[in-house]
């Protein structure tokens, strides 16, 4: 009983900590993500964000001292947000794509495959939507975290699996892993959809839980999945936002306004530098998978085609069920394809049609 009376002050006395205004001096900020650093969007937190962050505040009253929390040290992939609400970690890049029941609204371009294979064109929309779409801050505001802008998107997404792959109907009865919401790019082909994550795709597949994975280059590349799945296929899904960053809000909402002004000027260069990072590594991955044993081979577009023609509607699915929720589902898909379109995507199936 003494020790509970001692936890539970001492978490009072945290969560106290973390909404009392800022003062002149350091300021402790933790930072977390669930993946380790050789992953793209961790290791643009180290060298961009802060940097950035640090950078803006210089003849200021202020200085950050930072405490990086990566690779599951703080959370896991997935618990990200749960970090960020309970004041465990002030500023974090929260994984949208293993948050689809928490963040639906931020999951729009998991349920439009075969979209833009670029991931500025992505970026650019969904924070679009930010701007243009109350639904979508008040999506994280229900979880006491504040949008910071930009995020990032994985680059255009693929198949890889340890058989050869020619079209959709080589996939029956093959068990395939996918992130969370990309499970439904694999309905209708008769394959078996696992859902997984980059942390345990290779020992999966090597140990037989499934076949293959539904993955990107600059994550397959640094994973080594050619050794466990040396059959890769360029289906162009498409690239896909994967994650924000963001800050406990009650946190956020006492620091002053140039602490707030430098974690958005932050927040603004981690996206630009992993976007030009990740155009310089794409090819590169390419080649170091098949440098490594890969075979690569591309789906022909008449094939992409019907493999879209063959999903059934999970865009308005995922749009009316968020509806019945009170969420903007409809109008954020609808504003979502209305962008792609705008940027001159020549889209293999258009997901505003219901």
């Known amino acids: 009983m003494g020790n509970s009376i001692r936890l539970a002050a001492m978490a009072a006395m945290l969560a ?3 909404v009392m205004p800022a003062e002149a001096g350091d300021i402790p900020v ?4 669930g993946h380790p650093p050789v992953f793209l969007w961790v290791k643009h937190i180290t060298e961009t964000f802060i940097p950035t962050v640090n950078k803006a505040l210089e003849g200021t009253d202020y200085t950050i001292r930072w405490s990086e929390a990566y690779g599951g040290t703080l959370a896991a992939v997935g618990g990200e947000l749960e970090a960020i609400e309970d004041g465990l970690a002030e500023v974090g890049v929260v994984p ?3 948050e689809p029941t928490a963040l639906p609204l931020q999951n729009v371009t998991y349920y439009t495959p075969f979209g833009s294979s670029d991931p500025q ?3 650019n929309a969904v924070d679009k939507l930010h701007r243009d779409i109350p639904g979508m801050i008040e999506s994280w505001e229900n979880y006491n975290a ?3 802008g930009g995020g990032f998107a994985l680059d255009n997404y693929l198949l890889m699996t340890n058989f050869p792959v020619d079209s959709m109907d080589d996939l029956k009865g093959h068990k395939i892993g996918a992130p969370g919401p990309a499970v439904n790019w694999l309905e209708g082909t008769g394959a078996v959809g696992v859902a997984g994550n980059l942390t345990t795709y290779y020992n999966d597949i090597q140990t037989g839980v499934f076949d293959g994975t539904i993955v990107f280059p600059t994550a397959a590349a640094p994973a080594k999945l050619q050794e466990v799945a040396p059959h890769v296929l360029i289906t162009n899904f498409g690239a896909q936002y994967a994650g924000s960053l963001v800050a406990n809000k009650d946190w956020y909402d006492s620091q002053p306004a140039e602490v707030q002004e430098a974690l958005r000027a932050g927040a603004i ?3 630009e530098a992993y976007i030009a990072e990740q155009n310089t590594r794409v090819e590169a991955a390419l080649k170091q998978l098949e440098d490594g044993g890969a075979t690569i081979t591309e789906l022909s577009d008449e094939e992409r085609a019907r493999w879209a023609a063959a999903l059934p509607q999970i865009a308005d ?3 009316m069920n968020a509806d019945g929720q009170g969420l903007a589902g409809s109008e954020v ?3 979502y394809v209305s962008q792609l379109k705008d940027a001159g995507v020549n889209l293999a199936r258009d997901w505003s049609q219901r």
């Open 317 to 319: 699915t995922w749009a």
């Open 333 to 335: 898909l609808d504003a």
């Open 121 to 123: 064109i992505v970026i």
């Open 269 to 271: 260069a981690y996206t």
């Open 30 to 33: 933790t930072v977390v993500n």
């Open 16 to 18: 106290g900590s973390a």
């Open 146 to 148: 504040e949008y910071l």
């Open 96 to 98: 949208t794509v293993f």
